[in-house]
């Protein structure tokens, strides 16, 4: 796909053919201990569940025993629901934690929230300052990461996260945990999962898939409004977490992508080239599916 760097086209042809056969039942039945599968069949209840995410983990959040939640931006259908769930059933989230798991990163700094494509200014504007003041979090509590990402990392250390969602892009990344490029010692083969499981939340460089789909699923197209570079939460926080949550509507990664990965990590197939694969290894994924989005993978012409 791109000859500098490692992706999912780099995997055996044998993979690549079996994730392409799964059809929706196939994948549906791909559960096992430690990674489920569920399927959702309108958007309304996809982006629900989502959100009833945040309201499960917040709700058992004491000042004692903070929770915490790690959310994306893609999707972001669920963030106003979330501050809808909170107003109308009343729930003080004083106590509760949210940290963004990814932001852009421009000449080595985090953007700043006026930038139109950040995303601490995403989950503030469609989440947070929906929240009644007498009920939402201090801002203290909010972390979004930064290029010096010490104050964010500590941060996971004293708060309990109950789940991590996310999406999953075109390269197969969770935030912008991308397939690294093909230079140095990893020029003829990709970094072992071992190793790519010691990255924290750091500054990465942004493969050329990511750049073109964030290009046109939030720009409108216009790659040169994208950035090349971002701060992602890493590996080692997301093994902080009690649970990965992924949700696929089918806007962000095609049907392809969608069943690749859900083939690899139900049979533990583990390949840094396709990061999401990494997640064979956590003890608690579960993969959310808009039915009608997983789509099919026969070949049209259009």
Not at 68 to 84: D, F, H, K, M, S
Not at 187 to 201: F, G, M
Not at 227 to 252: L, N, Y
């Amino acid at each position: 796909m791109a000859p500098d760097w490692w992706d999912y086209t780099t995997l055996d042809p044998q993979i690549i053919q079996a994730a392409a056969r799964l059809t929706p039942e196939r994948i549906l039945k791909l559960s096992r201990p430690g990674f489920r599968v569920v399927f959702y069949e309108t958007l309304e209840d996809f982006y629900l569940a989502e959100a009833l995410e945040y309201i499960q983990a917040w709700n058992r959040s004491t000042l004692d025993n903070p929770v915490g939640i790690c959310g994306p931006i893609g999707p972001t259908e669920q963030l106003p629901l979330v501050a809808r769930l909170v107003n109308d059933l009343n729930l003080s989230v004083r106590s509760a934690h949210f940290w963004g798991m990814d932001e852009w990163c421009l000449d080595g700094q985090a953007v700043p929230v006026s930038h139109p494509l950040s995303f601490e200014r995403a989950d503030r504007e469609l989440c947070f300052a929906r929240i009644r003041k007498e009920l939402v979090m201090p801002d203290a509590n909010l972390h979004f990461p930064k290029a010096d990402t010490r104050a964010y990392r500590a941060s996971w250390d004293g708060v309990r996260c109950a789940v991590m969602q996310g999406g999953q892009g075109d390269v197969k990344h969770w935030a912008f945990n991308d397939p690294p490029r093909r230079r140095g010692k990893y020029q003829h083969h990709p970094p072992t999962p071992a190793e790519y499981r010691r990255l924290a939340t750091r500054v990465v460089d942004l493969h050329p898939l990511t750049i073109a789909q964030n290009a046109r699923t939030s720009g409108g197209g216009n790659v040169a409004l994208v950035p090349t570079q971002a701060i992602s939460v890493g590996p080692v926080e997301t093994w902080k977490a009690d649970k990965v949550s992924i949700w696929h509507a089918g806007k962000h990664d095609n049907p392809f992508g969608q069943r690749l990965t859900t083939w690899m990590i139900a049979h533990r197939v583990v390949d840094t080239a396709v990061p999401m694969s990494l997640l064979a290894d956590h003890p608690n994924v579960q993969f959310n599916f808009y039915r009608p989005g997983i789509g099919t993978c026969e070949v049209e012409l259009h």
